[in-house]
């Protein structure tokens, strides 16, 4: 997870989310991470995967969420699915559910940042439609 402030001073957590024309994962919420170019270090990497406005790759939109609104009721949604025996976990995120496994790190961080509790998010699973 990656914290900065927004324009009003808020601690925010950065979260992207990959543009439509990609042939693969378009659309999908994601922290930010991914590879590691060729030649490319580490910690340039990092800076370029959180600058993504400023990548001519335009692969995704990065978004920052004030932490403070992950405490907002309804945070997270557990719903059973048939083909599992685990509940799927999703957050609301900038007007849309976002499922685990991004939702279950977002979770778990609010967790932690906002809580202070020691909470395991391996218990949860995926929505159909990411098992494809």
């Known amino acids: 997870m990656t914290v900065v402030a927004?324009?009003?001073?808020?601690a925010c957590f950065v979260i992207t989310r990959r543009v439509?024309?990609?042939?693969?994962h378009s659309g999908q919420w994601a922290l930010?991470?991914?590879r590691i170019d060729e030649g490319e270090e580490p910690s340039h990497a990092a800076l370029r995967e959180l600058d993504l406005r400023q990548n001519p790759r335009e692969?995704?939109?990065a978004y920052r969420v004030p932490i403070a609104g992950l405490d907002a009721p309804g945070i997270p949604k557990l719903f059973d699915i048939p083909q599992s025996d685990r509940p799927v976990?999703?957050?609301r995120i900038l007007g849309q559910d976002i499922?685990?496994?991004t939702a279950a790190l977002v979770f778990q961080f609010r967790?932690?940042?906002i809580h202070?509790?020691?909470?395991?998010?391996?218990?949860y699973d995926q929505p159909l439609f990411a098992w494809r």
């Open 20 to 24: 439509s024309t990609l042939r693969n």
């Open 111 to 113: 967790e932690l940042a």
């Open 99 to 101: 499922f685990a496994p």
């Open 59 to 61: 692969v995704a939109e």
């Open 32 to 34: 930010p991470g991914g």
């Open 89 to 91: 976990l999703s957050v």
């Open 116 to 123: 202070g509790r020691d909470t395991r998010v391996a218990q």
């Open 6 to 10: 927004n324009a009003a001073g808020e």
